[in-house]
């Protein structure tokens, strides 16, 4: 993949007055795309492998949520954090606190110290009536009060054979609802079967974060690594090459049945190598 990356480069320069322009977009690995191995782990795979930095998944490796247990990592490691994951699963009720709007002022307190600037978090679970109720306005209360930004990440409904259930609140389509940011997740688009570019176009320029996965329109949320699946990995990181973007792209992918922490890793560097292709995007220069 990194051949191919060079390759797409030179090939771009030399079609006479063609430049190859890439995006302010950093490339970031999720700490939940090691699983099961630890947070610090992800640490030094990022180091190793040439990722731009990390978005921590806080969840119930203690080391996640312990902010200065995590600037020792990024200063150690030299990988910045760019985003805080809240812990919004169902495995992380009781990380941070049972209260979920306390969890979101932790995480933005935390992103504050580590020097991220986008905290990633989910609609509510349907059964969190009162915070689900004031969800939408309280993010804006939130976002009206920091310089760190909330994105909002698509969901899905759960599904068993033939059954479906609408696990989120207001909706797992979040762009049926005002949000100031958004995360797209294309593994979420795969399992919800929605047309991943088309709700990226409802998001806009409120995009403001993107956790790469692919998948394959399966019921469980598969976060394949991209190239893998159905979803437009490839053309969702082409058009945000030409349109500028400037946040954050995190490769968030499941390495569980990997074998080896070799395999882990042959994983996660075609990911990257697969990302820093696409966002690569040739620009015509000297007015052609």
């Known amino acids: 993949m990194a051949e191919a990356a060079d390759r797409k480069a030179h090939d771009a320069r ?18 939940a795309s090691v699983y099961p191995e630890s947070t610090a782990t992800a640490f030094e795979i990022a180091a190793r492998l040439g990722y731009d ?16 247990a995590l600037r020792r990592l ?10 805080v994951h809240a812990p919004c699963l169902l495995i992380t009720q009781r990380v941070w606190s049972t209260d979920p709007w306390v969890k979101l002022q932790r995480a933005r307190k935390a992103a504050d110290r580590l020097g991220a600037d986008t905290v990633v978090v989910h609609p509510p679970f349907r059964w969190q009536r009162n915070y689900a109720r004031d969800f939408v306005r ?17 969901m899905y409904p759960w599904r068993y054979r033939d059954r479906e259930m609408l696990a989120y609140a207001p909706d797992w389509d979040v762009t049926k609802d005002d ?23 409802r998001m806009g320029d409120r995009l403001a974060h993107v956790h790469l996965a692919d998948g394959s329109g399966s019921a469980k949320d598969e976060h394949l690594v991209p190239g893998r699946g159905s979803q437009p ?3 969702l990181l082409e058009s945000l090459a030409t349109t500028g973007f400037d946040g954050h792209v995190v490769v968030e992918v499941n390495t569980r049945r990997a074998m ?25 220069v000297g007015g052609r």
């Open 138 to 154: 309280g993010i804006w209360r939130m976002a009206d009060e920091t310089d760190v930004r909330f994105a909002v990440e698509n």
């Open 53 to 68: 930095g990390v978005e921590v998944m806080v969840w119930t490796d203690p080391v996640s949520q312990d902010v200065d």
């Open 233 to 235: 990995c490839a053309e």
């Open 260 to 284: 080896t922490a070799v395999e882990r890793e042959a994983d996660l560097a075609e990911a990257l190598a697969f990302t820093r292709l696409h966002l690569a995007a040739s620009a015509q």
């Open 14 to 31: 030399s079609r006479g007055g063609s430049a190859v322009r890439v995006p302010a977009a950093r490339v970031a690995l999720s700490t």
């Open 179 to 201: 949000y100031r940011h958004f995360t797209v997740d294309l593994s979420h688009a795969a399992t919800s079967r929605s047309e991943a570019l088309d709700m990226v176009e």
């Open 74 to 83: 990024s200063e150690y490691h030299r990988m910045p954090i760019l985003a």
